[in-house]
């Protein structure tokens, strides 16, 4: 009985391992070569990857639900309410929220800038709170996995 019930974990184990989300959890210099990588403008990616660490840690997967219910969601903590719709494409941005907490960050960062353009960086409470104010030039990067960040 002992030995079937060990199986039994390892089944249920095994099930579950196989549903995880896909997810990544940045350094700060591979963070700043991945905004580059996907056009992001040098002369904010100061900012962006302050608002990063700030919001989420630069953890793709990261959920934080709000005091009023709402979420944030993934890398760039796009806020559920108007940006992304559960289940379907949808929201503002025409994006799934499930989408916004893996490791591809193309329709995250494409919203997260939508958002921008519209709001502000002050649309993040982690950015007015962390970043706003300060001088925030690109992280000075020599290399990141062997790949070198353009000066």
């Not at 350094?27 to 900012?47: E, V, W």
């Not at 502000?120 to 000075?140: D, E, H, Q, T, Y």
Request: charged fraction near 25%.
């Amino acid at each position: 009985m002992a030995g079937l019930k060990i199986v039994l974990c390892f089944v249920i184990l095994g099930v579950f391992s196989n549903q995880s989300v896909h997810a990544k959890v940045y350094t700060r210099c591979g963070l700043t070569k991945q905004l580059l990588d996907l056009n992001f403008s040098r002369t904010f990616i100061g900012n962006w990857v302050c608002l990063i660490e700030s919001e989420s840690g630069k953890d793709t997967s990261k959920v934080t639900i709000r005091a009023n219910g709402r979420k944030g969601l993934g890398l760039f903590q796009i806020k559920s309410k108007d940006w992304c719709t559960f289940g379907k494409k949808g929201g503002l941005c025409n994006v799934k929220c499930e989408d916004m907490t893996n490791e591809n960050i193309k329709d995250d960062a494409a919203c997260a800038v939508k958002v921008r353009d519209e709001l502000g960086f002050s649309a993040w409470n982690g950015w007015k709170r962390s970043c706003k104010g300060r001088k925030l030039p690109i992280p000075v990067c020599l290399s990141d996995d062997n790949n070198e960040i353009p000066k």
